[in-house]
């Protein structure tokens, strides 16, 4: 299968491109960097850290996607709408792991899906999605009169979105769980007297700092215990891998928008 990587200069980039290497069945196709990157010019396998790849990076998208079969996108939202445009013109496979997405940028995602097999979560890795299908098996237990929930996340001093994807992946299965809207129920800031806490509401609390790969829990608290439901991410490769495992599951899928929860067997949907 031959894959482009977008970002290629980034930490997910250099990651995903070593791993793309060293899997059998994967070819790197191109690597794409923005225009007046450091990086353009050089072998994409050098710049990953490993032995040259005669690929070398690239700021053309559209020459870098014709003859693909397959993109990996953990870029920025503006950037990644450009990506599904050009991906469902090549009719091709679109595997986007992008956090921050408004829904103007959802909206022309779900577009494109319309002609590109477009994987996108918030969070690539099996552990997360598993722990999502629990939570929300967890809100649909524990009744919202007697049951507080909270999701608390930590990151990196270099993230700059807030919730993280992955946080408000874990909110929406609690919100799921519910049977509410995570829009309508969720608490982002607490300041100043904010006066008690509204019964139903997801609350998040958001840390930065470090080098943390990613930390989660979603708390869920009564009077007199409490249940924690958690995922700690200490290998950033883990994302790769989840993202190219959804790369190979949706080249024989139809176009449509699909999650980690599809390729991995664990939507319960119909």
């Known amino acids: 299968m031959k894959l482009v990587v977008v970002g290629a200069a980034g930490r997910m980039g250099k990651t995903l491109i070593k791993l793309i290497s060293e899997t059998e069945g994967l070819v790197l196709h191109a690597a794409v960097e923005r225009a007046g990157s450091a990086a353009l010019g050089q072998d994409a396998g050098e710049l990953a850290g490993v032995p040259k790849l005669g690929v070398a990076v690239t700021d053309d998208p559209l020459a870098a996607f014709v003859h693909a079969d397959g993109v990996i996108d953990f870029t920025t939202p503006a950037s990644t ?20 997405c408004l829904p103007e940028h959802e909206e022309k995602i779900d577009a494109a ?4 097999r ?10 997360v999605n598993l722990l999502s299908v629990l939570i929300k098996q967890a809100a649909q237990a524990l009744d919202a009169a007697g049951w507080d929930i909270e999701v608390l996340e930590m990151h990196h001093k ?21 049977g509410i809207s995570l829009a309508d129920h969720s608490v982002r800031v607490r300041d100043g007297h904010t006066g008690p806490r509204e019964e139903g509401s997801i609350g998040f609390a958001t840390l930065r700092g470090g080098s943390v790969i990613g930390e989660h ?36 899928q139809k176009p449509g928008r699909y999650t980690m929860l599809d390729v991995l067997g664990l939507n319960s949907t119909p």
């Open 113 to 116: 899906a319309r002609h590109a």
């Open 81 to 100: 709408v450009e990506f599904a445009a050009l991906a469902a013109q090549a009719r091709i496979v679109h595997v986007i792991g992008t956090t921050g």
């Open 217 to 252: 829990s979603v708390l869920f608290a009564s009077e007199g215990e409490m249940v924690t439901l958690s995922h700690s991410a200490t290998d950033r490769s883990l994302f790769a891998r989840g993202a190219l495992k959804a790369a190979i599951w949706a080249r024989d």
């Open 118 to 127: 477009v994987v996108k979560s918030g969070n690539m890795s099996l552990g």
């Open 158 to 178: 270099h993230k700059v979105d807030a919730p993280s994807g992955t946080a408000l992946l874990l909110g929406e299965a609690a919100a799921e769980g519910r």
